[in-house]
Each structure stands twice: as C-alpha cells, then as structure tokens.
C-alpha cells in the first residue's frame, strides 16, 4: 500500500501530466465506449439471427454455412468481419465469397449493405462522439486543477514571493546596491514594500528566466503579460507599487468569468449614478447661486430706489432733469 501511494504521488510529477490528462480522458470515455458496444451489438444480433434462420439449415454442406450453424457463432463471425475484419474461414478463403456463391448473391449484398452501414455511419459517428468526450474530459480535467491552483493561496503566495525575489534583485542591480535578499517571504514582501517598479524594471523582469513561467503558474494570459505594466498601473503614476502588484496580478489570474462581467455592469451602473447625482446637486447649486443673484440685485436696486432725494427720481433720472427744487 506504501509503494502504491509512492506510485500516485511520483505521478502528480509535471513530466506525467501527459499521460495523467490520457488516463483520466479515457477514463470520461468509458460511458460513450460502453453504450457503443451496446449500438454495435444490436444490429449484428439481428443480422446474425437473420443468417442463423437462413444459412444455417445448410450448415453439413459447408461452403461457410458451418459458421452460422447457431446464433453465438453467427454473432461472432459478423463480429469478426465487421469490426475485426478478418472474414475468413478455417482454412482462410472468404467466407461470404464462399456462401454467395454457393447460395446466391443474395447474402452478398445483404453482407455489403450491413458493412456500409457499419463503417461509414455508425463507426465514424461513434468514434467521433467518443473523440468529443475524451477531449471534453481531458479539458474538464484541465479546468478543475485550474480552478484548485486558483483556489489555492498558498501557492499564490509562494508564486509571488519568487516575482518579488526576483524584482527585488532587479532593483539592486539598477541601483547598484550589494545586499543579501532574505530568505522569509514575510519578510521578503515588508523589503519590497518601498519599493516602486519603474517601466524599465519591469521590462527587465519580464526578460529574466523563470519569470514566463511564474505568470504561467499564476494562470496568466500570455496576452495579458506584454502590456502588464500599464494594467497593473492604476493612479497612472509611472510606477507600481507592490500592492498594486498583488492586488493587480490577483485579478488577472485566470480566465474571464461572467462574475467579473457582472461586477463590471455593476460598478458601471454605481458611477453613472453617481455622476447624475453630482450633476443634478451641481445643476441646483448653480440655480441657486443664480437665483441669489437675481436677489441681490434686486435689494441694490431697491435700496438706491429708497435712498434718492426727490420721488420722482428713479434710476435713470437725475436732479437736473427736474431742475432745482
């Protein structure tokens, strides 16, 4: 029992990831195989019975009617021909040459019109539907240890404290600075906290070795990694920072899932309202200041109104137009 779990571990091993994606889509396949032996089976059963009814009253003469003598040996030479194809009898000649033309042409084309069947329409359309399912099972496969390595913060966090390794080397190089890196990833990420990733250190990151495969394990597009810098750049500072490293590469992983399309609509729909309320309280504040205005106006003019010397006066008047009093 040791050496079996030593066997099943040893093959969790990225060199059997091949053969294990092999094994568990044949095993997705074992359903298809099954009911297409049931599909197969069922017209070489009629048909055999048919030849048992028929040839197999002249199974003494021989000619290979001694191969349909009963319907087990009946099912099993039309097996033996149709799927196998090794129509021949015990001494090798032809067996349905043989039964045509000793007992009519009849059984020929009987025997054609079955092999027709057989090859060019069930055979293709179950090998194809079992092709279907062994892809669908390997990709399943592919997906579910996805979603386990996405699910799965601890390799996360090993996956980034080797990029943080690795930016954190970068930078010494950039500036020059001789120090050993610590070993901890507690206290590798606190090191990194200060830092600010600058476009050509990051360029120069994306270059170095091991690093594709980093983001490949993180479950990153390759698409995604050419224009990183400017995605996981936020503010638009200029720079990253590491936790908009984390954070950004956290994101990312992955495929594109209607949850994210969903909070997407979400936080759009949030920001349009949010846009209308500020521009309705700064259309009525604006209102406001406008109709305060108009007030104000009106009291300068009031107030000037009140304080003239004659009654008569007004605005556009003045005491010379009414001489003195």
């Not at 099943?8 to 294990?20: Q, S």
């Not at 349905?96 to 293709?124: D, K, Q």
């Not at 930016?167 to 906290?193: G, R």
Request: hydrophobic content about 45%; overall charge negative; charged content about 20%.
């Amino acid at each position: 029992l040791v050496r079996i779990t030593r066997l099943v571990r040893l093959c969790r091993l990225e060199v059997f990831c091949d053969l294990m994606v092999m094994v568990k889509g044949a095993i997705g396949g074992f359903k298809t195989l099954f009911w297409a032996v049931i599909l197969i089976s069922l017209p070489l059963y009629a048909f055999a019975i048919g030849l048992r009814e028929t040839l197999g009253v002249f199974a003494e003469e021989g000619h290979g009617a001694e191969l349909f003598v009963n319907v087990a040996e009946s099912f099993f030479t039309l097996f033996r021909c149709t799927v196998v194809g090794e129509c021949t009898d015990h001494s090798g000649q032809p067996i349905f040459a043989l039964v045509s033309n000793e007992y009519g042409w009849g059984y020929g084309f009987a025997f054609c019109i079955v092999e027709l069947l057989m090859t060019f329409g069930l055979f293709n359309v179950i090998v194809a539907i079992f092709i279907e399912n062994v892809l669908a099972g390997a990709k399943t496969n592919d997906q579910v240890m996805k979603r386990q390595r996405l699910r799965d913060q601890t390799f996360f966090a090993s996956k980034m404290a080797e990029l943080v390794g690795v930016i954190l080397t970068v930078v010494n190089e950039h500036t020059e600075i001789d120090e050993d890196l610590p070993t901890a990833p507690d206290k590798l990420l606190q090191s990194a906290a200060h830092v600010h990733i600058t476009p050509q250190i990051f360029e120069d990151v994306r270059q170095r070795p091991g690093v594709p495969e980093i983001f490949k394990d993180l479950a990153l597009a390759d698409e995604d990694t050419f224009n990183l810098f400017d995605t996981l750049d936020v503010d638009g500072s200029g720079t990253i920072d590491l936790g908009e490293l984390l954070e950004g590469i956290a994101k990312l992983r992955g495929d594109a899932r209607r949850s994210d399309v969903v909070a997407l609509n979400f936080k759009m729909q949030k920001m349009q309202t949010e846009i209308r309320e500020y521009f309705n309280a700064s259309l009525g504040m604006m209102r406001a200041t406008r109709h305060g205005k108009t007030r104000m106006k009106d009291m300068d003019l009031e107030v000037i109104s009140n304080s003239s010397p004659h009654p008569g006066w007004s605005r556009q008047q003045t005491p010379a137009q009414y001489g003195t009093v």
